[in-house]
């Protein structure tokens, strides 16, 4: 099941976390059912959410792993271990965390 959705500031992009441990980013522009690309963590996905340019994603799961993706390309470009649950991420406004 669906447990978050988020989308770009554009529009353009739409991203799910799911309780089967995956992510997924779709293309609102070119209209189709299926995803962009798919990432996975170890655990359910608990949040995603856009960076404010659209040029990263980030999810957090039960896995106490926040992961950054490319949107463009869907590879994981940074991890972050935390020591206790996560259930909300948010980039800075100057997108440097």
């Given at each position: 099941s669906v447990l978050n959705v988020a989308g770009d500031a554009s529009a353009?992009?739409?991203a799910s976390a799911s309780a089967d441990r995956s992510l997924a980013v779709f293309d609102l522009e070119h209209q189709t059912d299926k995803p962009l690309?798919?990432?996975v963590h170890m655990a359910y996905v608990q949040a995603v959410e856009f960076s404010r340019s659209g040029t990263c994603l980030a999810s957090v799961g039960g896995d106490r792993v926040c992961r950054v993706w490319s949107v463009s390309t869907g590879e994981c470009t940074g991890i972050f271990?935390?020591?206790g649950a996560l259930t909300k991420v948010s980039f800075s406004p100057c997108e440097t965390f």
């Amino acid at each position: 099941s669906v447990l978050n959705v988020a989308g770009d500031a554009s529009a353009r992009y739409i991203a799910s976390a799911s309780a089967d441990r995956s992510l997924a980013v779709f293309d609102l522009e070119h209209q189709t059912d299926k995803p962009l690309w798919r990432g996975v963590h170890m655990a359910y996905v608990q949040a995603v959410e856009f960076s404010r340019s659209g040029t990263c994603l980030a999810s957090v799961g039960g896995d106490r792993v926040c992961r950054v993706w490319s949107v463009s390309t869907g590879e994981c470009t940074g991890i972050f271990k935390a020591s206790g649950a996560l259930t909300k991420v948010s980039f800075s406004p100057c997108e440097t965390f």
